[in-house]
């Protein structure tokens, strides 16, 4: 939904909100650098940034309690978050070069208000919604574990133009698979990533040979960057479910910049995926 459409929406329905009184909304705080977390109550049913350079992101498939925010330098914005139970939540955003505080608990009493819902949450649903916190906070423990971890799978990378791109672990855990990325810029230039995805590649039989690539949907992300600095680098977490190749298919990363040309495309045997650590 684009951004004027939800705001007018939400507008048509003040009606059905129950305010609550608040002095001033609270500020939070982000950068281009490191991931924020805001946790709620409930699971995130819509969330909306005033400004493109604040970007919140959130599980829209599979609704969880918690998003992720990040920022590039530019004037203060707000955000506005309705969770699955219909709590509204507000808060102004400004960006902050340095950060004394990357994970928000919200409270239900830090609602704005509620949107009028018809169907209550039954004892079902109730239960469903901590299974899902439980299992959110197991991915953000074990990711970054995994990322303290010093284990090495392999020899996996690639490098275009001062952009390295490595594999550094693949681990297998409660039936999932978990990729240990990281992207290193050695130019002395600032590489904004676009985006970074997993296919599987597949080669067709036949006489005339061909490929098919899908495109893998990660579960999870964890700590993906917007931008990375010269001379810095970043580790990510990348979580899907797990999966087994033949030996006619194979993996493919690819790395796409943002206003840039340095792309990277990085294979992986079938043989690192069928025996992860």
């Keep these: 939904m684009k951004p004027y459409l939800l705001i007018s929406a939400i507008l048509l329905t003040t009606a059905q909100l129950y305010s609550q009184k608040m002095e001033r909304l609270d500020t939070i705080f982000a950068n281009e650098y490191k ?3 805001l946790f709620f109550p409930q699971p ?10 604040f970007v919140f992101t959130h599980n829209r ?20 978050v309705i969770d699955a139970g219909g709590s509204v939540y507000s808060y102004i955003l400004k960006y902050k070069k340095q950060l004394s505080r990357l994970n928000y608990f919200v409270r239900s009493t830090e609602r704005i208000g509620t949107e009028k819902r018809d169907i209550s949450v039954t ?14 906070i197991h991915y953000l423990n074990f990711c970054s574990y995994l990322l303290g971890k010093k284990e090495k799978i ?3 990378k690639t490098k275009n133009q001062g952009i390295l791109l490595s594999i550094e672990n693949i681990v297998f855990n409660q039936n999932e698979l978990y990729f240990v990325i990281q992207i290193e810029n050695e130019s002395s230039l600032d590489y904004d990533v676009n985006f970074l995805n997993l296919s599987v590649k597949t080669r067709q039989k036949g006489k ?15 700590k993906t ?4 600095k010269e001379g810095q680098r970043a580790r990510l977490v990348y979580v899907f479910p797990k999966f087994s190749l033949s030996n006619d298919r194979h993996v493919l990363v690819e790395l796409n910049e943002g206003k840039g040309e340095r792309d990277l495309l990085l294979k992986v045997s ?8």
Excluded: C, W
Excluded at 123 to 129: I, V
């Design 35 to 37: 991931n924020v977390a």
């Design 44 to 53: 995130i049913s819509q969330a909306i940034t005033g400004a493109d350079h």
């Design 61 to 80: 498939e599979r609704q969880q309690h918690f998003g992720l925010l990040q920022a590039k330098p530019g004037t203060e914005s707000n955000l506005l």
């Design 123 to 136: 004892a079902k649903e109730t239960k469903l919604q901590k299974k899902k916190l439980e299992k959110d």
């Design 154 to 156: 392999g020899r996996l």
């Design 208 to 222: 005339k040979k061909s490929m098919q690539t899908i495109i893998k949907e990660s579960i999870f992300k964890y």
């Design 225 to 228: 960057p917007v931008k990375i």
């Design 270 to 277: 079938h043989r690192f995926i069928n025996n992860p650590n």
